[in-house]
């Protein structure tokens, strides 16, 4: 049902800043908590922060806390990811997902309990 688009990545040198979006098509996209996951090359996919359908948000992952903040506008079908203070260990490919799993369940950043995919957006940060 849900059909999610990120966009905004690119390269931007440390310290610098990018504002990620996800932009999703489905009709029931108020329904769904949508979550920041990212991928390095040769890593895991790594939970990054999740948001709930009023704006509640999980805790940040370690790594991003206090650089990062997430948002979501419901009336355009968009969440937003804003990072600031790029490091280079923040290089990977960005994915948004949308789960209808209970809110109590998604704080611990499971990728299992995610249910719709977007197709990642690069972030490149140099030194």
């Known amino acids: 049902q849900e059909q999610l688009v990120e966009s905004g990545g690119g390269l931007v040198q440390a310290g610098g800043s990018l504002r990620l979006s996800c932009a999703a098509s489905?009709?029931?996209?108020?329904?769904?908590?949508m979550g920041w996951f990212r991928q390095a090359p040769g890593k895991e996919r790594e939970f990054v922060v999740a948001i709930s359908w009023s704006g509640a948000t999980t805790p940040y992952a370690d790594s991003v806390k206090g650089r990062f903040t997430i948002s979501r506008a419901n009336a355009k079908n968009t969440v937003y990811l804003q990072m600031n203070s790029l490091k280079p260990e923040d290089t990977a490919v960005y994915y948004c997902?949308?789960?209808?799993?209970?809110?109590?369940?998604?704080?611990?950043?499971?990728?299992?309990?995610?249910?719709?995919w977007g197709q990642g957006t690069q972030v490149t940060v140099s030194s």
């Open positions: 489905g009709r029931t996209f108020s329904n769904y908590a």
């Open positions: 997902a949308a789960a209808t799993t209970a809110w109590s369940r998604l704080q611990l950043g499971l990728l299992g309990d995610y249910d719709y």
